[in-house]
């Protein structure tokens, strides 16, 4: 049977920026609900080790997203695990309705969406098989685990042929492999790749296939010439998908101002263009997606929402409900709080 459960504050989603956020609300005295559609962690959980977390030089992913899940519990935030939002949206009394897909609500004067992207894979054999052990989708996330190795990069936008540049920092070879015969990427990225003695650049060619070892991880990946159907077996120990990466913003009811890419705009407090409703993480517009960065947004957002969840039932207790969404329409953070 459907429920519907009221909390200050919903956050969807339970990787790093919705752990952070749940830690800091927790903390803030909010009853705190932290929606995930499978168990705490997001991409943590994809991610083998980790090497750039302050505190930890080497931690695997599945222990780094237990100790996030244990602190944010221990200030009180009630996880649901394995619960699918289908829609945030906002009601006309100002608070929003949480609606998952088994048709439970919740409602709650603010929101944090913490729903992070996904990056667009290549569907490939092999390919979900050697994820963590060879296959990545973040070359600053994994670069450093593939010193002195051989890699490769498939991608011709601006972030395959960056990230392709950047691995030679650390890789001894590096091919770049794009199915058409010249890449999208700005032409002063491509010069830098160009220009790069330890990059061999593979035009008009795909991926097909991902071979590697259970215990060793990715050892090679199997390439097909567009043109001629040429095939060759390349010997790598790293594949570097880089074709895309969507925002998870489905959830989302109603317009928000957006990038051109899609990733939720906001303020300097997190807030999006919808009054309550923060974002953190991977969904919003910026500049890196590391697991600092992700956290840093989400203690802001918490923050900021507990600041006008406070506003809110301040002008709630008022009496008039129109009052309280009008009013909450023109909302802004100053460095005193809202006002």
């Known amino acids: 049977m459907a429920t519907s459960r009221d909390y200050d504050v919903v956050i969807v989603g339970a990787g790093p920026a919705g752990m952070t956020a749940a830690l800091y609300t927790g903390r803030a005295m909010l009853r705190t609900a932290v929606l ?6 997001g991409e943590l959980l994809n991610t083998e080790f980790l090497e750039d977390v302050p505190g930890f030089p080497r931690i695997l992913g599945v222990d780094l997203a237990e100790k996030f899940a244990s602190h944010a519990k221990q200030f009180g935030a009630e996880f649901f ?7 945030v949206a906002k009601t006309q009394d100002g608070y929003f309705k949480t609606t998952t897909d088994g048709g439970d609500t919740f409602r709650s004067p603010a929101v944090i969406v913490t729903a992070g992207g996904t990056p667009i894979k290549l569907g490939i054999p092999g390919e979900l098989e050697y994820a963590g052990r060879g296959v990545s989708y973040c070359a600053i996330c994994d670069a450093a685990f593939f010193r002195d190795q051989v890699v490769a990069v498939v991608g011709g936008g601006d ?6 540049d950047f691995l030679t920092r650390y890789a001894s070879k590096v ?6 015969n010249e890449f999208r990427a700005s032409k002063i990225l491509q010069k830098h790749v160009f220009e790069n003695p330890k990059i061999e650049v593979i035009f008009d060619t795909v991926a097909e296939k991902v071979d590697g070892d259970p215990t060793t991880g990715m050892t090679a990946l199997h390439l097909r010439n567009v043109l001629t159907d040429e095939t060759r077996l390349l010997p790598a120990n790293g594949l570097f998908v880089f074709i895309g990466f969507r925002p998870n913003t489905g959830v989302i009811a109603g317009h928000f101002d957006h990038d051109p890419l899609g990733y939720v705009l906001t303020d300097s407090a997190m807030m999006s263009s919808i009054p309550g409703l923060f974002v953190a993480g991977d969904l919003r517009a910026q500049l890196t997606r590391q697991v600092t960065t992700a956290s840093g947004d989400a203690t802001t957002a918490a923050i900021a929402a507990d600041k006008y969840i406070k506003r809110f039932k301040e002008m709630a207790g008022q009496g008039s409900t129109e009052a309280t969404r ?6 802004h953070v100053s460095a005193g709080g809202y006002t």
């Open 36 to 41: 995930e559609r499978g168990f705490p962690g």
């Open 81 to 87: 695990e394995t619960t699918t939002v289908t829609s």
């Open 159 to 164: 972030a395959a042929v960056e990230e392709a």
């Open 175 to 180: 091919y770049l492999i794009h199915r058409r």
């Open 326 to 331: 009008q009013a909450l329409q023109s909302s």
